[in-house]
């Protein structure tokens, strides 16, 4: 008995010993990450209704964008003057020569923010969250125009996001 007795204490010592020469250090690191601002634009077609055109009245319409940026990223979005614009003017054309003006507008009113044509501004101080935003495109046939030939009218505007 006294020799297991021994043999154990020799083998607590042998242990205790051997734990002692165990050691840690440590360390910290950095995590890092930058996420860069990117933003899509996709449109739906403006198509002004009904197909008749009136020189009497006004004729409206409204498209959207749909914007998706990265969340907070800030953007603006600016609208081409289109295929056919001239001397201030949006113009839709049919055949060679047959043309019908349009402006795009900014508020629902079309009156006091043109997207297009004469004065116009960019949409801006715009905020990305992350998902898809709907942004309004209202377009406007002004009356007054000489009476236009029947057929179909077509013009192509780019819009363009900047962030």
């Known amino acids: 008995m006294l020799k297991w007795i021994f043999n154990t204490i020799v083998l607590l010592l042998y242990l205790l010993a051997h734990s002692s020469w165990a050691a840690t250090a440590t360390t910290t690191f950095q995590v890092t990450a930058f996420v860069n601002a990117t933003c899509t634009i996709s449109s739906s077609p403006l ?85 898809n935003q709907i942004i309004n495109v209202y377009g406007r046939v002004p009356s007054g125009q000489a009476s236009a030939p029947t057929g179909a009218y077509t013009d192509s505007v780019i819009a363009t996001i900047t962030y």
């Open 47 to 131: 198509a002004f209704s009904p197909p008749s055109y009136s020189s009497a009245v006004n004729l409206d319409a409204t498209s959207t964008l749909t914007v998706n940026c990265t969340n907070l990223a800030p953007y603006s979005i600016a609208m081409g003057q289109g295929n056919n614009f001239s001397g201030g003017t949006n113009r839709m054309l049919n055949g060679a020569s047959n043309f019908l003006n349009y402006t795009l507008y900014q508020d629902v009113a079309r009156t006091t923010t043109p997207w297009t044509g004469t004065g116009s501004t960019p949409l801006t101080n715009q905020q990305g969250s992350g998902a």
